[in-house]
């Protein structure tokens, strides 16, 4: 197949179900047909074609991303729900030779365009609104990357994931490669724990390994999640931005409970996915920790001048180095043809590390903010807010302060709000929200939360 999945796993497993949907299922050797015709379909318009694909949780893309990575064809991947505007800004941007969506394929042109040899992938770094950057990764990151996740998680070939998150984002991605290169199944699906459908979807179909991000979680616990007996689920992940510390207890307790496994883990689309993971023995003793770097990487911290810090519990910039740190960032298609690849990733995360070596991320060097004149770490205002028994949404920039509650807590939230941050009421406002607003990767929506907090500020 590729050197992400190697071809013996899939002749192995050639009669197990491969992929299964709401629709149907997919066993090894039907995924290995369907990736040839896609071959042969990408394969007839120019040499090395750039595809774009909407990633949707179906065969037909899935065997789309397959058939680019065995053939060496550098794929786009973007969220499904993408706009039309959203979908024409990125043909603009990158110049895609195909476009795959909506199960057809469209010629857009047959120039040939200048594409490093290396790359093979890109992500965005925006969710679902088709802004920002994309992360160019190659055949060796993902590669690396599955192999380390596979190192530390015990996917095996009798294992069966059940993976709601979008394909086109990195965790999700990263669940797709890892269980595939192992031969175990995929059990793909568009219900959420709202739907009946999905609980009886996991009680009854063998699902043996879940994974999400915090929101997901928070609403699996809400749902009453860890009441659930699940004899077969084996072990459930947690990545995609930090999980509140109650939450991280109350599923390690489950897990010690009912012998399962917790695995708490940290990563990037700019290293393929994973950097680090909590040994699941320790979950219960740090639950806000992120735990140590994973197989082939390693972790550490420099201060603001760029000096690595020795001392545990110092805060600094959190600093990666592996093999699967990616080959740089893509605006448009001026910038595929070269890449100059660091060998250390600067994460942008602060964090420290304590007397076991374990991790602790605590927040972005980005979410810090000036009011007054004085620095103001949005994180840990939400931390301060936490340890108060309110759940808040704190974004900001500089001279201006938004923080997103509940309707039921604006009062409370307005008082703490004025005890914990000294600066003129000008710079604050506090939101309600009944929901907090995600982007599509689930992760909280802070740009959205900024938007509201700026017109309810200058509406008056």
Not at 368 to 393: M, P, Y
Request: net charge negative; aromatic share 8%; charged share 20%.
């Amino acid at each position: 197949m590729s050197v992400v999945f190697p071809e013996d796993v899939f002749a192995c497993n050639s009669e197990k179900a491969a992929l299964i949907t709401d629709e149907g299922s997919c066993s090894y050797a039907e995924l290995q047909r369907h990736i040839a015709e896609w071959q042969e379909k990408l394969s007839s318009t120019v040499e090395r074609p750039l595809v774009a694909l909407a990633m949707c949780g179906n065969v037909d893309s899935v065997s789309c991303y397959l058939a680019c990575l065995k053939s060496g064809f550098p794929v786009v991947l973007f969220h499904p729900g993408l706009s039309a505007a959203g979908q024409q800004a990125l043909i603009t941007r990158l110049t895609p030779n195909l476009l795959v969506a909506d199960n057809s394929l469209t010629v857009k042109h047959q120039r040939c365009i200048p594409v490093a040899g290396e790359l093979a992938l890109l992500l965005t770094t925006s969710g679902s609104t088709g802004g920002g950057k994309f992360v160019a990764l190659s055949r060796e990151n993902l590669a690396a990357n599955t192999a380390s996740i596979c190192g530390y998680l015990p996917v095996t070939s009798e294992d069966k994931t059940l993976l709601t998150m979008p394909l086109s984002y990195s965790y999700g991605l990263s669940v797709l490669n890892t269980h595939l290169a192992k031969g175990a199944t995929v059990r793909l699906t568009s219900l959420t724990p709202m739907d009946r459908a999905f609980w009886t979807l996991l009680k009854d179909e063998g699902v043996t390994s879940l994974s999400g991000v915090p929101s997901f979680y928070e609403m699996l616990l809400r749902l009453r999640f860890n009441r659930q007996l699940l004899p077969e689920l084996a072990y459930f992940t947690q990545a995609g931005g930090k999980l509140k510390e109650a939450g991280v207890k109350t599923l390690a307790e489950y897990a010690d409970k009912h012998n399962k496994q917790c695995f708490i883990m940290y990563g990037q689309t700019e290293t393929t996915a994973r950097m680090a993971y909590l040994d699941p023995h320790t979950v219960l003793r740090k639950p806000s920790a992120a735990g140590k770097a994973i197989p082939g990487g390693k972790l550490s911290l420099c201060d603001e001048y760029g000096l690595l810090i020795s001392e545990p519990g110092v805060t600094g910039e959190l600093l990666y180095e592996g093999k699967n740190v990616m080959l740089g960032y893509v605006s448009d298609h001026t910038d595929l043809a070269v890449f100059s690849p660091s060998a250390v990733l600067h994460t942008g995360d602060l964090a420290f590390f304590d007397e076991d070596g374990d991790y602790t991320i605590t927040g972005r060097l980005k979410r810090i903010i000036k009011l007054a004149g004085e620095r103001v770490n949005l994180d840990g205002l939400e931390a301060l807010f936490a340890e108060q028994g309110l759940e808040v949404k704190v974004a900001g920039e500089d001279n201006f302060l938004v923080t997103a509650c509940r309707e039921s807590e604006m009062s409370e939230a307005e008082s703490r709000l004025k005890s914990l941050v000294s600066a003129p009421p000008a710079y604050l406002t506090v939101r309600a929200f009944s929901d907090w607003p995600l982007l599509g990767n689930g992760k909280t929506d802070y740009q959205a939360i900024l938007k509201a907090g700026r017109d309810k500020h200058d509406n008056g």
